[in-house]
C-alpha cells in the first residue's frame, strides 16, 4: 500500500535557524516523491520532485530508499517559509495520482 | 495565465441538499483530478480523467457522488444528498500528459459546509 507519514504537524522555529520537515513513505517499487507548499490564502503549488534534485527557495530533499525518507531541509530559516508543507508521492510514470502526507505546518519565529 | 479554475469558492448548505462544483483546468492539461481534502488532512484523490474518460473513480463515493467531464475540458463534480461529513474542502487539479514527471497544478479549491 502507498502511504506518506509526516510525524510532526507543527513546526516552530527561529529565523536563521535550520529547518527539517520530515517525510517517510511506504510504496512497493521506485515512487516519484515531491514537497508541495500552501502558503496563508494560497493554493497548494509544487515547491519541489526528487528527480529534478534542484534547490528552490533555499530548499532541498534527497530521497533516502534505504530509509524510504525524503526530508526537507533548509539551512536558514526566513519568515516568509512560514505555510503548511505536503510530502507527497507518486507511483510510477505518467499522470498517476498523488498520495499526501497530513502535513506539516512550519511557522518561523523572528 | 489564471491557473485552474474553480467555483464556487464557499458554499454552504443544509444536509440532504444537493451541491455541485465547477473545475476548468488548465488550457492543453488533459488529466484532471477531484481531491478531497478533510480538516488537518492532505488531499485525498476522487476520480481522475484523461480527456473525458474516467479512469480512476475507485476512491468516489458513488452512491451520493457523481462527476463528469463531457468534452475533456471543464469538469463537474456533484454530491446529492450532501451529509454533514462531507463538509471539507474539494480541490481540482491538472497535468499535461506525457510529461516526464508528474507536476499537478492545484485549483484554490471550494469549501464546503453541510449544516
Known amino acids: 500500500a502507498q502511504r506518506v507519514t509526516q510525524p510532526e504537524k507543527l513546526l516552530s522555529v527561529f529565523k536563521g535557524a535550520p529547518v527539517e520537515l520530515k517525510c517517510n513513505y511506504s510504496y512497493s517499487g521506485s515512487p516519484e516523491l515531491f514537497w508541495y507548499v500552501q502558503y496563508s490564502r494560497q493554493r497548494l503549488q509544487l515547491l519541489l520532485r526528487h528527480i529534478s534534485r534542484e534547490s528552490i527557495k533555499g530548499f532541498t530533499a534527497d530521497l533516502n530508499k534505504g530509509e524510504t525518507s525524503f526530508h526537507l531541509k533548509k539551512p536558514f530559516a526566513q519568515e516568509e517559509d512560514s505555510a503548511m508543507y505536503y510530502c507527497a508521492l507518486s507511483g510510477g510514470s505518467g499522470n498517476t495520482p498523488l498520495v499526501f502526507g497530513k502535513g506539516t505546518r512550519l511557522s518561523v519565529i523572528a | ?115
Do not use: M
Not at chain 2, 61 to 69: G, I, N, T
Not at chain 2, 70 to 83: F, M
Open chain 2, 1 to 115: 495565465e489564471a491557473g485552474v479554475v474553480q467555483s464556487p469558492r464557499y458554499k454552504i448548505i443544509e444536509k440532504k441538499q444537493p451541491v455541485a462544483f465547477w473545475c476548468n483546468p488548465i488550457s492543453g492539461h488533459n488529466t484532471l483530478y477531484w481531491y478531497l481534502q478533510n480538516l488537518g488532512q492532505g488531499p485525498e484523490l476522487l476520480i481522475r480523467y484523461e480527456n473525458e474518460e474516467a479512469v480512476d473513480d475507485s476512491q468516489l463515493p458513488k452512491d451520493r457522488f457523481s462527476a463528469e467531464r463531457l468534452k475533456g475540458v471543464d469538469s463537474t463534480l456533484k454530491i446529492q444528498p450532501a451529509e454533514l461529513g462531507d463538509s471539507a474542502v474539494y480541490l481540482c487539479a491538472s497535468s499535461l500528459a506525457g510529461a516526464s514527471y508528474n507536476e499537478q497544478f492545484f485549483g484554490p479549491g471550494t469549501r464546503l459546509t453541510v449544516l
